[in-house]
């Protein structure tokens, strides 16, 4: 599927974004990301997995409790279980389920039975958990609330995504999947989590919802409201992972909607009609079956019973625990390709060995009770729907447990094979559609436009006391759509409350109220005075408003407004142009009503309105405004009119509630502080790691005959010993060290190498350097050389130039005759010879001077005579000495001979002219009647006539070419121009050059060299 093809990203005045969804799982955590370039890409792991097992650990210090201020290695993932058998009490796996739960709630004792090594308590001062890790030595330092791990995991994802954006990116809106049956509590805590993670939560979507999305990316639905009306297509997503399962009804159509201007476009919807879950269906529970099946059989080995081994205390350690869920996880994946497979536990308890073996069939008859569990979520979820299995066109397959033989076999057996479909990623149809959404809410990029409506899978309603009764109203219900308003109103005088709470199953299915939101009126009593008082509303006419929605972000219930309205008389009077109207009998705004089908008009009404109005009320269309009054007036009642007043008012988080500002910052704080040190445990490692290295690599130099002709006895000896002291206290102390001592021995080690190794490096480039620079003084024969040679044509050409000058003043004017030639054309005559016409003497510009021949001896006579004293002091010195004659010096030297020549070259490049061009003959037309030939008249060359197409054209004049070469020389750069659109080739700059004595360069040059012009396409 071309999911590229879908995006077309629009440019906007913002800073690079990109955008993430992620699909937060029980097991594992994936992500992908949006940005410019990239559609839609899997955020990899630091070890390029495809998703990152969603757990974090924290290593123990080898010295015991950390003292305050000191923070733990943090590990991620795969290397994070990968510790769980070591370190079973602190690593931090499936922390999904423990978002926003109280200490006492079912999630925590199943969390504890799994994962008994670490400690779940509850937070203190709120109705959640937290864990108490034992790293830490202060008491206040122990406790670690599940918002803050989770943060910790987020962030680490956020990294990696940073990483695969690329510089210039940040990434910091995401789209996350939870499951359906997520309350407010949980929602809460997972934006939470992400605001600590430095995330900014765009919207939480529905796992069903995100697969839903995904599978409509590369669809297009029949259009409802068309033409031809279309039939909407049903899908059921089953959804199966680690810990829970749900099923979600979706309905996918095109709409018709309005587009900009008066055109239409058509999208693609994606409506729930219908979900249900099971909470703890999934592949844990499977795992859990197959633990207690090891644990049994383990407890009938002769060994286990002659030492009174419990089943409880297998359950109860931590490490053995441990290893039997990761085994038990292992086992499963396996039978669902295999019938049967095995496991060997060494030293699994009390240092007694087992091996285990399952085959499928066993497996399907443990797993009998949690298999026709099943079905439970697709029948309520139709049933909600108000459709049968019949109705749906297909069921969409997704997550891990999904793949599990017995599973497959239900879902066939309720839907029928046919219907099964595997048309998208089990794996990562959730992440993408969540990435996909992402971007749809970003204004930096414009994708296929999909709506969805998601719900959020519970009742909610509002408890408040009036007249000493308690009152309950239920405002939305489990297929309330996010985003959904409600007004809810009111018939209150003075301040009121009341409390917004959400309906719950417990474990026995009975709906327990939990409450979400207390709200508080603050001026609803000062606000009904002030409108009796100012505006005269009547005390019986008032009524309260507060409207309540579900976030289109959270799906969580929160006040957006709250108001008051009454009633009071209508003491309002026409304006000017109302009055005037009434002058003239028109009538006010309100008499001036649209003629409705039934009544009846004539050019005369506006003349007999005045004898209407007082005999007869029949006719509509010409009542004035007096009728209208006495109509007004008919009961006695005056005019009504609404008034509107906003009322302010405090809503307060109940159950999950909202953290105090210093209790947030604390835990940012915390956060900061372990990335801080996290960073400075990299910076350190690297160092011990080039310390290491340096040891290793110096002792190679002992070998070196360059290295040691540059360095003496002494010194290399003192280099041995304090390597061989750096080894031996790296595998000591190294790994105790901090940055600073790190830095501080690698630092003795690198004053006595890189003097050393710095005589070599100038030992090796030396006779090279030494060698450039001899060529260039050598050439700088050949500038001198040019120079005087064209002080010498000038000087000529200045000669010639006066002497021709003189001769010209000389010559006396020719005078009038009468010539038998005088009835030639005037082009004859110009273009005929003159026997005592003055030849032209070409001219010669003035290039160098005097000045520039001695500037060019001077800089190499002292380049020149500083090699020769420099090369003679370093002859004199011994290779273990500092060099005088350095490769730096040599090359400077050579830079100031550089630089002479091309600015003798650039002089030389202002003057320069071109080849001047063969002259065209162009046709003569002569008078028959007139010309006479002339006896040596040689015959007229006939022109080339241009090809068809062709226009003739002039060759340039060879001066003006020259005055273009001068101008592009002071220009820096060639002039396109004076090339016929390009400037002087390689070969003519090569030529030129070569004639003026200097050697070619391409690089040098280059910028010299003109372009051909190319028609863009």
């Not at 060997?344 to 949690?370: G, N, W």
């Not at 044509?793 to 006396?812: I, L």
Request: contains cysteine.
């Amino acid at each position: 599927m071309l999911l590229g093809l879908l995006f077309l990203f629009s440019s906007t005045a913002s800073a690079a974004s990109a955008v993430l969804g992620v699909d937060l799982g029980t097991e594992y955590i994936k992500a992908a990301l949006v940005k410019p370039g990239i559609p839609l890409e899997i955020v990899l792991t630091k070890d390029s997995r495809r998703k990152e097992t969603s757990a974090i650990a924290f290593k123990p210090s080898k010295s015991g409790a950390l003292p305050e201020g000191s923070f733990p290695e943090r590990f991620y993932g795969a290397d994070a279980i990968a510790l769980q058998a070591r370190f079973p009490g602190d690593v931090y796996p499936n922390l999904k389920h423990l978002l926003g739960v109280s200490s006492d709630s079912d999630a925590v004792k199943t969390y504890n039975g799994r994962y008994p090594a670490l400690e779940v308590r509850g937070t203190e001062g709120r109705k959640t958990v937290s864990f108490k890790s034992s790293i830490f030595s202060a008491e206040e330092e122990k406790s670690f609330s599940v918002e803050e791990v989770l943060a910790m995991v987020l962030k680490n994802v956020r990294e990696n995504a940073k990483a695969l954006a690329g510089t210039g990116y940040d990434v910091q809106d995401v789209v996350f999947t939870v499951p359906p049956f997520y309350n407010v509590a949980e929602r809460r805590a997972l934006e939470v989590s992400a605001k600590l993670a430095g995330l900014k939560v765009l919207s939480v979507v529905s796992d069903g919802v995100a697969v839903g999305i995904n599978y409509a990316t590369g669809r297009v639905f029949p259009t409802v409201n068309g033409k031809e009306a279309g039939k909407p297509e049903i899908n059921l997503v089953f959804d199966m992972g680690a810990g829970s399962a749900s099923a979600t009804v979706l309905q996918f159509q095109g709409r018709s909607v309005k587009d900009v201007g008066k055109r239409n476009k058509t999208v693609q919807e994606v409506n729930v009609l219908g979900a249900s879950w099971d909470r703890t269906l999934g592949g844990d529970a499977l795992n859990s079956l197959i633990v207690d099946d090891i644990i049994n059989t383990f407890l009938e080995l002769p060994a286990a019973k002659s030492v009174s081994i419990t089943a409880e205390k297998i359950n109860t350690h931590g490490r053995t625990a441990a290893k039997l869920f990761k085994e038990a996880e292992r086992i499963r994946q396996v039978l669902s390709a295999n019938q049967a497979t095995q496991a060997s536990f060494e030293a699994l308890f009390e240092d007694i060995d087992l091996k285990y073996k399952l085959d499928r069939t066993k497996f399907e008859q443990l797993t009998s009770e949690v298999s026709a569990r099943v079905d439970v979520p697709i029948k309520k979820a139709l049933e909600a729907a108000g459709l049968t299995i019949e109705d749906i066109d297909s069921v969409i397959v997704h997550g891990g447990a999904t793949r599990t033989p017995f599973v497959q076999a239900r879902l066939e057996a309720v839907a029928g094979k046919d219907k099964i479909r595997a048309n998208v990623n089990s794996d990562e149809a959730a992440v993408f559609g969540a990435a996909f959404k992402a971007a749809g809410l970003s204004p930096s990029f414009r994708v296929k436009e999909i709506r969805d409506s998601d719900t959020q899978g519970y009742n909610h309603g509002i408890e408040y006391k009036h007249n000493l009764k308690t009152r309950d109203q239920k405002i939305f219900t489990p297929s309330t759509k996010l985003g959904a308003t409600k007004d809810l109103p009111f018939n209150m005088m003075g301040e009121f409350e009341f409390t917004v709470y959400q309906s719950i199953p417990d474990a026995k299915g009975k709906e327990v109220k939990e409450p979400t939101l207390l709200f508080k009126s603050l001026n609803l009593t000062s606000t009904v005075t002030k409108l009796i008082d100012t505006d005269g509303c009547d005390r019986d006419s008032f009524n309260n408003y507060v409207q309540v929605r579900l976030s289109p972000v959270t799906g969580t219930p929160e006040v957006t407004s709250a108001w008051v309205t009454c009633e009071a008389t209508d003491d309002s009077k026409g304006g000017i142009v109302d009055g005037v109207k009434n002058l003239f009998g028109m009538g006010g705004k309100k008499d001036q009503e649209a003629l409705k089908e039934d009544d009846t008009s004539s050019e005369s009404a506006p003349a007999s309105a005045s004898k209407s109005s007082s005999s007869s009320k029949s006719s509509k269309s010409s009542k004035s405004s007096s009728a209208v009054a006495a109509e007004a007036s008919d009961d006695g009642k005056p005019k009504k009119k609404t008034v509107r007043s906003a009322i302010t008012y405090d809503v307060k988080q109940l159950g999950y509630e909202k953290h105090a500002r210093k209790d947030f910052k604390k835990m940012q704080d915390r956060l900061a502080a372990f990335d801080a040190s996290d960073k400075a445990r990299r910076v350190r490692e690297e160092v011990l790691n080039s310390l290491e290295a340096f040891t290793y690599r110096a002792r190679d130099y002992f070998d070196d005959d360059d290295f040691v002709a540059v360095s003496t006895e002494a010194t290399r000896t003192e280099l041995e010993n304090r390597l061989n002291a750096a080894s031996d206290w790296v595998y000591s102390d190294g790994p105790n060290a901090d940055e600073k001592t790190l830095r501080a021995k690698l630092k003795e080690l690198e004053d006595i190498v890189n003097p050393i190794l710095r005589r070599r490096r100038q030992s090796w480039k030396r006779p090279g350097a030494v060698t450039d620079l001899e060529e260039t003084i050598g050439g700088m024969k050949e500038v001198v050389e040019l120079v005087n040679n064209q002080i010498a044509e000038r000087a000529t050409y200045s000669s010639k130039s006066a002497e021709a000058a003189s001769k010209s003043s000389a010559s006396p004017s020719p005078s009038p005759s009468v010539d038998p030639l005088d009835e030639l054309e005037e082009e004859d005559l110009e273009s005929a010879p003159s026997a005592s016409a003055t030849p032209e003497i070409e001219e010669v510009p003035e290039i160098y001077t005097e000045e520039d021949r001695t500037k060019i001896e001077d800089v190499t006579d002292k380049a020149k005579k500083w090699l020769e004293e420099t090369r003679a002091k370093q002859d004199k010195l011994q290779g273990h000495e500092e060099p005088v004659l350095t490769v730096e010096e040599l090359k400077y030297q050579k830079k100031q001979l550089d630089d002479v020549v091309m600015e003798m070259m650039m002089k030389k490049m202002k003057h320069f002219k071109p080849p001047k061009p063969k002259a065209t003959t162009k046709p003569k037309a002569k008078k028959a009647s007139k010309v006479k030939k002339s006896k040596t008249e040689k015959p007229t060359e006939t022109p080339v006539a241009p090809k068809e197409g062709e226009a003739e054209t002039e060759q340039p004049d060879a001066q003006s070419q020259a005055d273009h070469q001068r101008e592009e020389i002071e220009n820096d750069g060639p002039n396109m121009e004076s090339h016929g659109g390009r400037g002087p080739t390689e070969q003519e700059l090569k030529e030129a050059l070569e004639k003026a004595g200097v050697k070619w360069d391409p690089e040098k040059y280059k910028n010299y060299v003109g372009k051909e012009n190319h028609d863009e396409l």
